[in-house]
């Protein structure tokens, strides 16, 4: 098990920045590949972005490419999702979450363990 708490989330004007952190404690961090996901009022969890566990590896969702950037710190147990040009579509809870495979993954159900969430607000 490894434990996960995001921070970061707050208010921002559409084509700001934002940067997400994921703390995680626990099981060894480097051992998981890392996803973030999303959630809008009313709307499903949504994948955003992975990362393999050796950080060379990502994939990301159509609607965030080239706009967001997951990464990580082994080092520091950290994982983080650098957003630019956000857009008031990107309004949601954020959260990130741990897989015990290694290599990236974009299902949700492969993720054992998620942090609390950090809520993200773009205004127009």
């Known amino acids: 098990q490894v434990q996960l708490v995001e921070s970061g989330g707050g208010l921002v004007q559409a084509g700001g920045s934002l940067r997400l952190t994921c703390a995680a404690s626990?099981?060894?961090?480097?051992?998981?590949?890392m996803g973030w996901f999303r959630q809008a009022p009313g709307k499903e969890r949504e994948f955003v972005a992975t990362i393999s566990w050796w950080g060379t590896d990502t994939y990301y969702a159509a609607s965030v490419k080239g706009r967001f950037t997951i990464s990580r710190d082994n080092a520091k147990n950290t994982a983080y999702l650098q957003m630019n040009s956000l857009k008031p579509e990107d309004t949601a809870a954020y959260y990130c979450a741990a897989s015990q495979q290694a290599a990236i993954v974009v299902r949700m159900g492969a993720y054992e363990n998620w942090g609390q969430g950090t809520q993200v607000t773009v205004s127009s």
């Open positions: 626990g099981r060894t961090f480097s051992s998981y590949a």
